[in-house]
């Protein structure tokens, strides 16, 4: 059985317990939503205390402020009321081990999945590779308390998100599973 077949039999056994939701979309019952990465280690739910329906959970790779990001946070609250926000970032992540160029050397050599050692990353691909990751900022990680300080403030000063809305800012510890405040963030992403 593949991965497909897998999701496919897991939602069969979701979808029997489901029960009847016909109801239209609710706002989030906590008022709250959280931007924070990709990164399959880490459980919003779990880490904040949610039940479906809490918060908004919204995911990229470095949970970065990237302008995707910031348009589902106005969505947060402009339509379904979200009242306050978190930027949480985490350690090991995978957005701290290159930097732009890097991933723009590995895509103009191949658009096949490249492998890290303790050397870096490297490319073995045999497909060709493209130039247009050379348009794109990939919002990587150097240092956790500049970059998420840095998304709270590109947040914050944001044209289209009120001052009334605080933006807190956490770095998630992968191996201890605590939330640790980066006080800067906070302190810039108080509301006024």
Request: glycine share 10%; proline share 5%; net charge negative.
């Amino acid at each position: 059985m593949g991965i497909l077949d897998d999701v496919l039999s897991a939602n069969d056994r979701h979808a029997a317990g489901f029960g009847d939701r016909t109801s239209p979309a609710h706002p989030p019952t906590a008022g709250f939503a959280i931007l924070t990465c990709m990164d399959a280690r880490l459980d919003p739910v779990k880490y904040a205390g949610l039940s479906e329906g809490d918060a908004h959970v919204i995911r990229n790779a470095g949970g970065r402020a990237s302008d995707d990001a910031i348009r589902s946070l106005v969505i947060s609250y402009k339509l379904l009321g979200t009242k306050e926000w978190f930027v949480i970032h985490h350690t090991d992540c995978g957005m701290e081990t290159f930097d732009d160029a890097t991933m723009r050397r590995l895509l103009n050599s191949s658009l096949d999945t490249s492998h890290a050692d303790e050397n870096g990353w490297h490319d073995h691909g045999a497909s060709p590779g493209s130039a247009e990751g050379d348009y794109i900022d990939w919002l990587t990680i150097d240092d956790h308390t500049r970059t998420v300080t840095s998304d709270v403030k590109r947040i914050r000063e944001h044209p289209l998100v009120p001052a009334r809305i605080p933006i807190y800012g956490f770095v998630y510890d992968v191996k201890t599973g605590r939330l640790n405040e980066v006080p800067e963030a906070t302190a810039v992403g108080k509301a006024g």
